[in-house]
């Protein structure tokens, strides 16, 4: 069992490598303008939990999903190559909605009317008498 920290640093690395492989070492084109947007790694480093997005939205989830799926034996196998561990652990992946609820989140805020501006702290406020 590795500490906590480690598991973090695994991961962002292993997020660096992926990134760096899904722009240029994969031709699928099911991979493309995709990006990895967070890997978690078990304590026991034996699952990096791989979230995915891509710019299209959730359209194309089930599709990158199945394609990242397939070319899952290369993507683990480059990688075991280029970050160096005892074991390399496998790779499940998953769908990120957190940009799609951050752009839904966005256009939610940016439709809120306008609030009054505070008044500034040495201005006396107004009596309502």
């Known amino acids: ?17 992926l990134s760096e492989l899904l722009l240029f070492g994969v031709t699928d084109p099911r991979l493309q303008q995709v990006f990895i947007t967070q890997v978690r790694v078990d304590r026991e480093l034996e699952y990096a939990n791989v979230f995915v997005s891509a710019l ?21 196998r ?5 970050v160096e561990l005892r074991s390399f652990p496998k790779l499940r992946f998953h769908w990120d909605p957190t940009p799609e609820q951050a752009a839904h989140i966005d256009s939610l ?21």
């Open 109 to 129: 805020l940016s439709n809120l009317p306008k609030a009054a501006p505070a008044p500034a702290p040495d201005e006396p406020e107004p009596d309502d008498d």
């Open 1 to 17: 069992m590795v500490s906590q920290s480690r598991a973090l640093r695994v991961g962002q690395r292993i997020q660096q490598e």
């Open 78 to 82: 480059e990688l075991a190559r280029r």
């Open 56 to 76: 299209e939205g959730p359209d194309r989830a089930d599709e990158i999903l199945a394609g990242l799926s397939h070319a899952s034996g290369y993507l683990r």
